[in-house]
């Protein structure tokens, strides 16, 4: 059947209709594209399906550049032109507020989209280790098969010369086979992180700059994969927090914190998790710290505080949260998502406790990836700056 693709969605699969009204999500396609595809499964109210030809394709459309393309499960938008992939996302961003979280984007400010380099950006990654043929790479598409790969397009240059010489990986991995950790289809699965002058592997610590600031940091720790858009990322947080007292909720190694700390100022971060803020006590001497859930620590918590910083996991807040961090009445919550869909959900709760979105700006961090990052600017009531 002939498709008109309308619009990508959140997954960055394209949206037609068929003859029948029925919803059609199809895979790597882009907005007005022409495409002869086939239904290769039926669900109640939509169906899914996968292109056979492309009839008219998109200006935006090139050939993916990787080698890898369509084995490697890696990157999963490398047929779009990087110079628009940040505009597309940010489609998706803001269609994903407009219906999810009801925003009228006439009221908002919606900032340009940042953006940095193309490839070679990643500074951090899981591999995947098969000692038994001595292979390196990732799973690939849709399987837990391994794939192996001797050059990453994305990762950077430290991280792409242990492809070319795996010996340190096979040394890890050897370590995590005695301990017993294997991951995905078996393999075992090596996490490193490339600091400024040497690799973390495990729990091992380096010193990592961002800016003008440096973080103790670890491959076993959350910590943002671009170097180059991070810096941006925690300036624009930084640039809009307001007044004396600020609250960093999921603060994990301190990485907002340290953007946020100024004279005068009084920090209070929560992280679950002990050994992120342990690095985060070495990384921002002057903050309050708190060892807790997020959700835990705020039960019947009664807080003076002016902006509250959230960066949730996927699954955003937990439902309870919007009316808790509303009761200590902040002027303004700046949300850090990297999932506009729960973003969506969670502004209608801020909505109904009297928060406004003010701006709205997305960070394209993984580029030839759907993935995004984006700061929505929440202030309470009237109160606007």
Request: include cysteine; glycine fraction near 10%; proline fraction near 4%.
């Amino acid at each position: 059947m002939r498709c008109r693709i309308e619009k990508l969605v959140q997954g960055g699969d394209g949206l037609s209709t068929t003859d029948e009204g029925k919803r059609l999500f199809i895979p790597e396609t882009l907005q007005g594209e022409l495409v002869e595809a086939r239904i290769v499964q039926q669900k109640a109210g939509y169906a899914l399906g996968e292109v056979t030809s492309i009839i008219e394709a998109s200006e935006e459309r090139i050939h993916p550049p990787c080698p890898y393309w369509g084995i490697c499960g890696g990157c999963d938008f490398q047929y779009a032109h990087s110079d628009a992939q940040g505009r597309i996302k940010e489609q998706i961003v803001l269609d994903n507020l407009v219906r999810l979280g009801s925003l009228d984007l006439e009221t908002i400010g919606v900032e340009p989209v940042e953006t940095g380099p193309a490839f070679g950006y990643r500074n951090r990654v899981r591999f995947h280790v098969d000692l038994g043929t001595r292979q390196v790479g990732f799973l690939g598409k849709k399987t837990n098969t391994l794939v192996p790969i001797t050059s990453c397009m994305v990762l950077c240059d430290a991280l792409n010369a242990l492809l070319a010489d795996p010996q340190p990986l096979f040394a890890a991995a050897r370590k995590l086979m005695f301990a017993n950790r294997k991951g995905k289809g078996g393999y075992l699965e090596v996490p490193v992180f490339a600091s400024d002058s040497k690799l973390s592997f495990f729990g091992e610590e380096v010193v990592a700059t961002v800016g003008h600031r440096q973080f103790i940091v670890s491959s076993e720790v959350f910590f943002q994969s671009n170097p180059y858009l991070l810096p941006s990322l925690g300036e624009y947080v930084a640039a809009h927090a307001l007044g004396d007292v600020v609250m960093d909720l999921y603060s994990g190694v301190g990485t907002f914190s340290a953007f946020l700390e100024q004279e005068g100022r009084h920090l209070i971060a929560v992280e679950r998790q002990k050994q992120c803020l342990d690095m985060a006590r070495r990384n921002v001497g002057n903050c309050e710290y708190y060892t807790q859930a997020v959700e835990d620590w705020a039960k019947g918590r009664s807080v003076q505080v002016d902006t509250v910083v959230v960066d949730p996991p996927r699954t955003g807040l937990d439902e309870t949260l919007p009316s808790l961090i509303a009761s200590w009445k902040p002027k303004r919550v700046i949300y850090v998502s990297c999932n506009s869909v729960t973003l969506g959900r969670d502004l209608q709760r801020f909505a109904s406790e009297g928060y406004t979105v003010r701006k709205v700006k997305v960070f394209d961090l993984y580029p030839q990836t759907f993935h995004h990052e984006v700061v929505a600017i929440l202030d309470r009531g009237g109160f606007e700056v």
